[in-house]
């Protein structure tokens, strides 16, 4: 099994090789806990919880995804409700890894918190400071970007988008505008650790790459992120990292997510179009949201509608309705279909057709041991895109008051009515079954049914 990524840093999808033939380390970064989770930031985690599934097929993976547990946000919000800054995050981060949990994304090997690590952030300024690539003014310590020629490789920007990106204020005290905070000054209620440079705060970007370095050594194989953290913060985490470790890169493959947009408007706060997971699961169930995040191919935006969300549910009514009559089937290996589709860049959309392409065979066995063992590799194909989880009878519980053999047997008299060109009888049979409080989605491996 050969996987292949495409890599931010080169702009190509490249055969993936890691430093250790034996293992592979990945790191992702993961949320800032001050509120709800929307389904900006469960994406990410959906995504790189399939390419983590395939890399344990082959390697030993040490996956790491972090919780940002100070920023300004946090305290911001710890004000407000005037409660203690811990109170916030913690309950934040519990809501995180629950709602992560429903959605079938299993936990990462590692999940540091950042005001853990301290110490080790202070030490890699202090490397930077020695080396000349960080400086001090008034109690805050700057990267000095004119000491790294390659900023902006990662991102390709100009110097020019590259000030505007950043989304910083001008500052006197800084000897380049582009140049980032490492460490900042902290006052009255707002947390700080004692440092060489006085009682403050690390910035956001020094987080990562002092928790990656810690538990994943200097250069990782894989990093990962939303598209939307790009620039500046993967570009900072680069030139920091870079720079701490005498020149060895910080990542050799960066793998982004694409972003969510509604209905063509980009998702965020200020479009007020923020959709929060906990809200979404009460109206959809885990693996239709699961499924619809995997339907688009993870490097494009994905447009959230009402029709994606329908479309998906149709999707798993057609792979659960294919097995439906067979009783229980234990997962079998999954096809080397579906498995290179997913080791080629994390093509979901192609391993989901292959799926179907399973379902289809099941609906055309000609043996019931033909059927269930399809229905094996069905199962096990599904559970590695984390799909198919179910009971098929729990799936379709909400059937269980309609006559299924009656439904089925009318089924097929309108299936023999529209072969016959009998459009009139089709169209009456079809009414009856509707009167039945039961919906038909006809598709192409035949008609499905369910209860309204």
């Not at 082959?58 to 407000?80: E, F, M, P, S």
């Not at 885990?286 to 479309?311: C, G, M, Q």
Request: include cysteine; proline fraction near 5%.
């Amino acid at each position: 099994m050969k996987i292949r990524l495409y890599n931010s840093k080169t702009k190509k999808k490249e055969s993936f090789v890691p430093i250790d033939s034996n293992k592979v380390t990945m790191y992702v970064c993961g949320i800032t806990a001050y509120s709800f989770p929307h389904i900006g930031n469960a994406r990410g985690p959906v995504v790189f919880d399939v390419l983590a599934r395939v890399l344990r097929r082959q390697y030993k993976l040490t996956y790491v995804r972090n919780i940002t547990d100070l920023d300004d946000k946090i305290y911001d919000a710890a004000q407000k409700e005037d409660v203690k800054i811990s109170e916030i995050t913690q309950r934040y981060t519990k809501i995180y890894q629950e709602d992560m949990s429903t959605l079938g994304v299993e936990e990462p090997d590692l999940e540091p918190l950042a005001t853990e690590h301290i110490e080790d952030m202070i030490e890699m300024i202090t490397v930077l400071m020695d080396k000349g690539h960080a400086y001090e003014n008034q109690g805050h310590v700057f990267f000095n970007i004119d000491t790294f020629p390659d900023y902006g490789f990662l991102s390709n920007r100009t110097e020019e988008d590259q000030i505007s990106g950043a989304r910083v204020q001008p500052s006197e005290i800084k000897k380049n505008q582009r140049d980032f905070v490492l460490w900042k000054p902290s006052s009255g209620d707002i947390p700080g650790w004692q440092s060489p440079w006085g009682f403050g705060r690390p910035g956001w970007h020094l987080e990562c790459s002092a928790m990656a370095k810690k538990y994943l050594g200097e250069t990782l194989d894989i990093h990962g992120g939303g598209s939307d953290l790009l620039f500046p913060h993967h570009e900072n985490e680069c030139a920091q990292s870079i720079c701490s470790h005498s020149g060895q890169p910080l990542a050799n493959y960066w793998v982004h997510n694409g972003m969510i947009d509604f209905d063509n408007v980009k998702m965020s706060k200020s479009e007020g179009n923020l959709l929060l997971i906990r809200d979404l699961l009460q109206e959809v169930r885990p693996e239709v949201i699961r499924i619809a995040f995997l339907t688009t191919h993870y490097r494009k935006p994905i447009n959230w509608n009402e029709a994606l969300i329908s479309d998906s549910e149709k999707k798993l009514d057609r792979l659960y309705g294919s097995i439906r009559k067979l009783g229980q089937i234990l997962p079998g290996d999954p096809s080397e279909d579906v498995i290179n589709a997913v080791s080629d860049d994390i093509n979901t959309p192609k391993a989901l057709s292959e799926l179907f392409a399973l379902a289809k065979s099941i609906n055309n066995a000609k043996t019931d041991k033909e059927a269930k063992d399809i229905a094996s590799v069905l199962i096990g194909s599904a559970n590695l895109l984390g799909l198919m989880n179910e009971d098929p009878e729990k799936w379709f519980d909400s059937d269980a008051d309609v006559d299924e053999v009656l439904v089925e047997q009318m089924l097929k008299d309108r299936e023999e009515a529209r072969l016959n060109k009998d459009f009139v009888k089709a169209d009456e049979i079809r009414q009856k079954i509707e009167s039945l409080g039961v919906s038909i989605e006809d598709g192409p491996e035949g008609p499905l049914w369910k209860k309204l």
